[in-house]
C-alpha cells in the first residue's frame, strides 16, 4: 500500500526532473539560435559587403561617364583635350601649385573656361565660359594650402588618373608613383602599377586611347598592398 506521503515524494521526483529536462532542452535551442544568428549575421555582412562594392564600381564608372562628356565639350570648345601637365605643357594655379594628372584634369574642368584668339600673331584672350565639371564636395579633393589644388576623387575616395595621349606614344606618361596625386603620403599609402603597363590587363602597353586620353581608377583595393588587377576601372576594355 503506498502512502500519501510516497506518493507526493515521487511526484516531487517527477516535476525537478521536467524542469532539469526543459531547461538542458531551453539551452540547446539557445546555442543553436545564437550560432544561426551569427551565421547569417555573417552572410549578411558579407551580401552587404558585395552590394557597396558594386554600387561603388557603378557610381566610379558612371563619375568617369561624366568626365568623358566634359571632355568633349571641352575639345568642342578650345578644339584640344585638357593637359595633363606632363608632356611639358605646365599647369599651375594662380598661388604657384604645379598639377599633373588628375589635378591637372580637374583644374581644367572645374576652372572658368577662356576663350582665346590669334590676333595679329600674338594669342589673346576675348572672352570665358563657365566652368564645365559639375562635382560634388565628396567627389572633390581639395589642399589646405591652395582651393584650386584639387583632385577627382573615385567612390572609395581615391583620385583619378589622368593621361592626354593626343600625341601617341610620345605623350604617354606612366602613372606608376603617388607623386601624380596631390598630398600623396608614402609612409600611408601605397601606389600600384599603371595599369596601362600591364600587358595581361590591357592587351598592349601604351597608351590605349590613342589620340584622345586615358583615365582610370584603381577601383575598391586601390592604394593598398593587397590591391588586385580586376579592380582596375578604365576607359578603356580591359581582360578583367
Do not use: C
Amino acid at each position: 500500500m503506498t502512502s500519501v506521503t510516497g506518493n507526493q515524494r515521487k511526484g516531487a521526483v517527477l516535476k525537478a526532473s521536467a524542469r532539469l529536462s526543459t531547461a538542458g532542452f531551453t539551452m540547446v535551442e539557445l546555442l543553436v539560435t545564437i550560432s544561426l544568428i551569427v551565421f547569417l549575421m555573417s552572410m549578411l555582412a558579407v551580401g552587404a559587403g558585395r552590394y557597396l562594392e558594386n554600387t561603388s564600381a557603378k557610381a566610379t564608372e558612371a563619375l568617369i561617364a561624366r568626365i568623358e562628356l566634359n571632355l568633349q565639350q571641352y575639345k568642342g570648345t578650345t578644339g584640344s583635350y585638357p593637359s595633363d601637365g606632363l608632356d611639358g605643357d605646365d599647369v599651375i594655379t594662380e598661388d604657384g601649385t604645379p598639377l599633373t594628372g588628375g589635378a591637372a584634369l580637374t583644374f581644367a574642368l572645374t576652372q572658368p573656361m577662356k576663350l582665346t584668339r590669334e590676333i595679329n600673331g600674338e594669342v589673346r584672350v576675348v572672352g570665358e565660359n563657365p566652368a564645365l565639371g559639375d562635382f560634388r564636395s565628396d567627389e572633390l579633393y581639395v589642399t589646405e594650402e591652395d582651393a584650386d589644388a584639387r583632385q577627382i576623387l573615385d567612390a572609395w575616395t581615391n583620385p583619378l588618373h589622368y593621361d592626354n595621349v593626343n600625341g601617341g606614344d610620345e605623350a604617354f606618361s606612366a602613372q606608376s608613383l603617388g607623386e601624380t596625386h596631390l598630398d600623396f603620403d608614402e609612409d600611408v599609402f601605397v601606389h600600384m602599377e599603371d595599369p596601362r603597363e600591364i600587358e595581361e590587363l590591357s592587351g598592349f602597353t601604351g597608351p590605349q586611347n590613342t589620340n584622345e586620353y586615358d583615365i582610370w581608377s584603381h577601383g575598391s583595393s586601390g592604394h593598398e598592398d593587397t590591391e588586385e588587377y580586376a579592380d582596375y576601372i578604365t576607359n578603356w576594355e580591359t581582360r578583367n
